[in-house]
């Protein structure tokens, strides 16, 4: 009986490049949503920009005219759900698309 080689390996190497892909284009649109969304009706703050009003934390103390002008939990609340959808989301999305082809994954790393 022989047993089959394994190819770990290959479906690790192929799901962590469509992750990173899928990754960086879920967090820069949930970063782009955020920023038209939230900046300004939210919380207000000095060193706006798409990438950095996404990054906790929203409103720093140090900066003069940073201010929630909403509940400082329910802007977090909202941000934990953009972030869970820009780590989950593509994870879930590159292991069914790493499933679904994995025969043919197999054939063309072989």
Known sequence: ?????????????????????????????????WHWQMAGTYFVSQHAGIIVDFVPPFVRADMAGDMFLKPQRTVYAIWAVYFGIAVLLPGVSAWLLVRMHERALRKSWM
């Open 1 to 33: 009986m022989q047993i089959p080689p394994k190819h770990g390996g290959i479906m690790t190497k192929t799901f962590l490049l469509i992750y990173t892909v899928l990754f960086v284009v879920l967090f820069l649109l949930c970063a782009m949503i």
